[in-house]
């Protein structure tokens, strides 16, 4: 447990630091204004209008001038093609609130997503080594033992958060990337997003979803875990660093499209 939240902190320090570098090696960009034109500045052609969409769907066809951009803030569905990011929404999109089918959907898509089984497989083989649980035993039997109940957690965990609570809360678990503004800002925005989401008529409010969902899953985890691990501090612990979890892959989220421009030079 200690290894992993020691993984999700040395990947949010590394996200920091090169977006840090990035933004001091991007080229400034310089506007050029047109004053051969007498005409009062509503009347030109190029004018905005009122009802203008902010920021189009990420899968529509933009302008050529403008795709370089959209890409850059674009969120994928899968990072390096292995993380699933189906809660996350691209810089400056609004799309509307999730209706239950679409949360459903989101949190089995998190949960069954291959590459679910590979992350749980990982955390699995670390707790098993160091013996977070020293009852369920060593080797095959013990690693399964790990396995099925790690499995059953995360599971667990993403249908109260992303689905059950948010339906009767109205609450949306989705994770709104800002894309732009200080690195300082962007990260205390994005890992706080734990304690604070929108609810359906987009007004920020407590994310009682994630804080009370994963309070949940926890509870019911003393079910299946060895009763000298059900403590209440043991319980605590967990919860706490399932929230610290979520809080890291949110930061990690929001400076993804950074990261794969700027570093690996490719579009996220």
């Known amino acids: 447990m200690h290894l992993s939240f020691r993984l999700f902190s040395c990947g949010a320090v590394f996200a920091a630091c090169t977006l840090a570098f990035s933004q001091q090696s991007a080229p400034k960009e310089t506007t050029v204004s047109a004053i051969s034109n007498p005409e009062p500045a509503s009347n030109l052609p190029d004018a905005p209008e009122p009802q203008q969409t902010q920021v189009k769907d990420p899968n529509s066809k933009q302008a050529p001038a403008n795709e370089g951009a959209a890409k850059r803030k674009q969120q994928p569905k899968r990072i390096l093609g292995i993380m699933p990011n189906y809660r996350a929404v691209s810089a400056g999109a609004i799309p509307p609130p999730p209706t239950p089918k679409q949360a459903f959907k989101i949190a089995t898509e998190n949960s069954f997503d291959y590459s679910s089984f590979v992350f749980v497989g990982l955390t699995s083989m670390i707790a098993e080594g160091g013996e977070?649980?020293?009852?369920?035993?060593?080797?095959?039997?013990?690693?399964?033992?790990?396995?099925?109940?790690?499995?059953?957690?995360?599971?667990?965990?993403?249908?109260?958060?992303i689905f059950a609570l948010p339906t009767v809360l109205h609450e949306d678990e989705r994770y709104y990337a800002k894309g732009e503004g200080p690195i300082w800002k962007r990260a205390a925005y994005s890992s706080t997003r734990v304690f604070i989401t929108p609810n359906y008529h987009g007004h920020n409010t407590l994310n009682a979803s994630e804080l009370m969902g994963r309070a949940i899953a926890q509870g019911i985890s003393t079910t299946y875990y060895p009763s000298s691990d059900t403590s209440a501090g043991a319980v605590a612990e967990k919860w706490g660093y399932a929230i610290m979890r979520d809080a890291m892959t949110n930061t990690f989220r929001e400076f993804w499209p950074d990261i794969a421009t700027h570093v690996l030079h490719r579009n996220p």
């Open 132 to 161: 977070t649980h020293k009852s369920l035993g060593k080797g095959v039997p013990g690693f399964w033992g790990y396995y099925w109940r790690g499995f059953v957690d995360k599971t667990d965990g993403n249908y109260w958060v």
